[in-house]
């Protein structure tokens, strides 16, 4: 007799994850960037392919290793992300949007490294804003992943997280407290309340990685009363 409560929670599922900061060049030896580490995302990587899933993990440039049995796309700018992101989402069950994607930028990337002039004191660059990965992963209307995201904030956090969910049209968001140097960003631990239509549930101070799991776990229950 098949015991399929025995099966891993992911087995058979295809998840994409998007991890790390993205890289805008400004001229070829600058950039504009931010501060994450990409260890919340590949802690997401390693739970998911721990729970029997197949991972893709598009990540940004960091200093991390590649969890075992994940398959690893490396790029660099938010268009790079969003061109890897957006060819293998169909095929994805699973969207995990962990990335800090740069919101903006530079219009007009010089050829050449700028040069610093005796005349001008003060320098104006020009930014653009860059598509929303996530928020496009979400409006697919053939083989829409089950989609997730992460509201990193330092003031408003439940507000501004449930209006995220709503406007980029997620089935759950994963919102951390980023003003407090205890979590997020480089620290090893983390703190999350993840919301839904209709629900939350609160993760406390834990170990990235626990909470990685906790979050699959999660994740795991929702596509299978999705399912029934
Ligand atoms: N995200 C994305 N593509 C972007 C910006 C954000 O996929 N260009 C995703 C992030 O990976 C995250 C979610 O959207 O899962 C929320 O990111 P966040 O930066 O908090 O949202 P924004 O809409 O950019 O709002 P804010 O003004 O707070 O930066
Ligand atoms: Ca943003």
Same mark, same amino acid.
């Given at each position: 007799q098949l015991q399929?409560?025995?099966? #891993?929670?992911?087995?058979?599922?295809?998840?994409?994850?998007?991890?790390? #900061?993205?890289?805008?060049?400004?001229? #070829?030896?600058?950039?504009?960037?931010?501060?994450?580490?990409?260890?919340?995302?590949?802690?997401?990587?390693?739970?998911?392919?721990?729970?029997?899933?197949?991972?893709?993990?598009?990540?940004? #440039?960091?200093?991390?290793?590649?969890?075992?049995?994940?398959?690893?796309?490396?790029?660099?700018?938010?268009?790079?992300?969003?061109?890897?992101?957006?060819?293998?989402a169909s095929a994805a069950d699973i969207f995990i949007g962990c990335a800090a994607v740069a919101d903006y930028r530079v219009a007009e990337v010089a050829e050449q490294k700028m040069k610093k002039t005796s005349s001008n004191d003060e320098l104006t660059l020009t930014l653009v804003k860059n598509p929303d990965i996530i928020a496009d992963v979400a409006a697919l209307t053939y083989q829409r992943p089950f989609t997730v995201g992460f509201a990193a904030e330092t003031e408003n956090l439940a507000n501004y997280a449930k209006d995220k969910l709503q406007r980029k049209k997620l089935d759950l968001i994963c919102a951390n407290d980023v003003s407090s140097k205890e979590q997020g960003f480089h620290s090893e631990h983390n703190a999350i309340t993840a919301y839904w239509q209709g629900g939350e549930l609160a993760l406390e101070r834990q170990p990235k990685i626990s909470i990685a799991h906790a979050i699959i776990e999660l994740i795991a229950n929702k596509l299978t009363q999705k399912r029934q």
């Open positions: 399929a409560s025995r099966l #891993p929670a992911l087995s058979g599922k295809t998840v994409l994850i998007t991890a790390g #900061p993205t890289r805008e060049a400004i001229d #070829p030896v600058r950039f504009l960037s931010n501060h994450s580490s990409g260890k919340m995302g590949f802690a997401l990587a390693e739970a998911a392919a721990k729970a029997g899933a197949r991972v893709q993990l598009v990540t940004g #440039p960091v200093n991390l290793a590649t969890p075992a049995g994940v398959e690893r796309i490396d790029v660099q700018s938010a268009q790079q992300m969003h061109t890897a992101v957006m060819q293998r």
